[in-house]
């Protein structure tokens, strides 16, 4: 079935560094990804949609120079957390759309950030 | 706005015990009703779903019937085993596809032997 990867699963980070993660489609072709950011007891946050060689579209409330999405290829979009507070700490989450399958989202495992 | 209500987690039951989850909605119009599970260390993955009012969707002896008078898509199973231990997702999507899906904040389910 298809499958979407990220990485890391995990990352520790210092206040003020930048974080970038990876989510990558392994056996299809994504024109479009999807971000979600998850906080404890809390549901998925969609935070912006990544499109193919085109600027992604972010969700109200959320800053884009603060999430840098790229998607330059049809299998990898990245998420970069640029100078990142203790408070961008959380659980973040990729999905992709495989149109081949009545445009079905496949999400990735989630990537724990947490920022000291 | 659009949002979707579970019940709290976590859900502890014995093998074999009935399960239910319960999810409710709020939409502004006519939406696609989805359930999502995440096992351990992985991904969520889409369990069933149903499209319009009176559909029920099933997968993996799990079943919810899309309940359009009770704004409901309450999720079933006759008998769990230990590895339908997860944390499951309620969630609906306005649109035709699944680009705008709105979740719950998920249930936890743990079963145990």
């Known amino acids: 079935g298809a499958v979407v990867s990220q990485h890391p699963s995990r990352v520790i980070c210092k206040s003020g560094t930048s974080v970038k993660i990876e989510c990558r489609s392994l056996?299809?072709?994504?024109?479009?990804m999807f971000w979600y950011r998850q906080f404890p007891k809390k549901s998925l946050m969609l935070m912006a949609t990544?499109?193919?060689?085109?600027?992604?579209?972010?969700e109200q409330g959320v800053e884009k120079d603060k999430f840098l999405i790229n998607h330059a290829s049809l299998t990898l979009s990245t998420l970069t957390v640029t100078s990142a507070h203790p408070e961008d700490s959380s659980f973040y989450i990729c999905?992709?759309?495989?149109?081949?399958?009545?445009?079905?989202?496949?999400f990735g495992e989630g990537s724990r950030l947490t920022v000291l | 706005g659009n949002s979707v209500t579970q019940m709290e987690g976590p859900v502890t039951l014995s093998e074999e015990a009935f399960l239910t989850i319960n999810c409710t909605y709020t939409?502004?119009?006519?939406?696609?009703l989805f359930w999502y599970v995440q096992y351990p260390g992985e991904g969520l993955q889409l369990l069933l779903k149903?499209?319009?009012?009176?559909d029920k969707g099933s997968n993996k002896g799990f079943e919810a019937t899309y309940r359009k008078e009770t704004t409901s898509f309450h999720l079933e199973k006759g008998s769990v085993q230990v590895s339908d231990s997860a944390v499951y997702f309620c969630?609906?999507?306005?649109?035709?596809?699944?680009?705008?899906?709105?979740f719950g904040k998920g249930t936890m389910l743990l079963v145990s032997p």
């Open positions: 999905s992709a759309r495989n149109l081949g399958v009545t445009g079905e989202l496949f």
């Open positions: 056996d299809f072709q994504a024109t479009t």
């Open positions: 990544s499109n193919e060689g085109s600027k992604a579209t972010y």
């Open positions: 939409a502004t119009g006519y939406p696609s």
């Open positions: 149903a499209t319009k009012a009176d």
């Open positions: 969630a609906l999507s306005l649109t035709s596809g699944y680009s705008t899906l709105t």
